[in-house]
């Protein structure tokens, strides 16, 4: 915790304008969360709450030096990325969302699965704060996110890496490549 604290205020002292905790992917505050990878007997394993323990350690730490305003958290509920899983990713994750939105941090960036948009929903819902979507997002998908209020944005890092004029096509309605 510590050391995300320290990193935190690297990147405020650096100028940055905020900071997005990454728990997501199979990082280490991911493996934490789903019950598949902790395995743990202490305070931080177990139970959702307890499981979720590490991620709200890191985020209480990083909102003392930003602020919560200027504090985002990027979860993957579905992504089963380097093993990770959960028995009930819908439980875990609503929690964390509930918690995460009772501290009130500027957002959520969530790596969406595609067919759990529902679940998506929910933890906006329950969050109650922008939420953020990505993952295999075209444009009428995104379009689709946006106005069925599933997310606020819809973020494309391959799309862009890959296509750096991105808005443009999506203007013209090309192809992304």
């Not at 996110?145 to 890959?162: C, E, P, T, W």
């Amino acid at each position: 915790v510590t050391d995300f604290a320290e990193a935190a205020a690297k990147a405020r002292d650096a100028g940055f304008d905020g900071i997005d905790i990454n728990a997501a992917n199979g990082y280490l505050i991911d493996q934490f969360l789903h019950d598949h990878s902790n395995r743990r007997k202490d305070e931080y394993g177990g139970s959702v709450a307890n499981r979720s323990r590490f991620l709200m350690e890191v985020v209480d730490a990083c909102i003392g030096i930003w602020g919560a305003d200027r504090v985002g958290v990027h979860l993957s509920p579905y992504s089963g990325l380097h093993g990770m899983k959960d028995s009930n990713p819908e439980l875990l994750f609503t929690h964390i969302s509930r918690v995460l939105g009772e501290r009130r941090v500027a957002f959520m960036f969530i790596r969406q699965a595609a067919g759990k948009q529902t679940l998506t929903a929910q933890m906006k819902q329950v969050f109650g704060g922008s939420v953020i979507v990505n993952e295999n997002f075209n444009l009428n998908s995104a379009t689709d996110a946006l106005r069925n209020n599933i997310a606020d944005a819809v973020a494309f890092g391959k799309g862009f890496i890959s296509n750096p004029d991105l808005v443009e096509r999506f203007r013209q309605g090309l192809e992304i490549q």
